[in-house]
């Protein structure tokens, strides 16, 4: 009975240790497939949001020109409804800051949704912000999913 316990605790031990060795697999996969965006500068990290929102559905995709865009970097269109896009490639965290481009940015191009969309995630400021000006936040979770739905 002894013997029984022990096989079936290794045997159990052994198929978690293999779960976990798949886990890290997976994720070392993504870290490949998104880490390269993380050595990109801010025009070419534009340029890479708006091709990745063309391959996932959205259509009139446009980056504004670099200055005296008011804060938005790419219009673009889904289902009816327009976007004013907010590009952050940071090293950190994304502040408020880029949530209040995206708001005042939205209504100046008179779009429908402001987004703020980053190869980074959010400070717990800017999620607070988000929520009562109505801005959706675009993280790196997301552009994970985004690059898997291509």
Same mark, same amino acid.
Not at 24 to 45: L, N, P, Q, S
């Given at each position: 009975m002894k013997n029984e316990v022990w096989i079936i605790l290794a045997v159990s031990v052994?198929?978690?240790? %293999?779960?976990?060795?798949? %886990? +890290?697999?997976?994720?070392?996969?993504?870290?490949?497939?998104?880490?390269? %965006?993380?050595?990109?500068?801010?025009?070419?990290?534009?340029?890479?949001? +708006?091709?990745l929102l063309k391959d996932n559905g959205f259509t009139e995709v446009e980056v504004t020109k670099g200055s005296g865009d008011y804060g938005i970097d790419v219009l673009a269109e889904k289902e009816g409804v327009t976007y004013a896009i907010q590009c952050k490639c940071y090293a950190d965290s994304v502040g408020v800051k880029a949530v209040q481009e995206a708001y005042a940015g939205r209504d100046y191009y008179d779009c429908m949704v402001g987004a703020v969309m980053t190869n980074q995630y959010f400070t717990a400021p800017a999620v607070d912000a988000a929520k009562k000006l109505k801005i959706l936040l675009w993280d790196r979770g997301y552009i994970d999913e985004m690059m898997e739905n291509r």
């Open positions: 052994m198929g978690i240790l %293999i779960c976990m060795g798949i %886990i +890290a697999i997976v994720r070392a996969g993504r870290k490949r497939r998104t880490g390269f %965006i993380d050595d990109m500068e801010g025009h070419e990290f534009e340029y890479f949001c +708006a091709e």
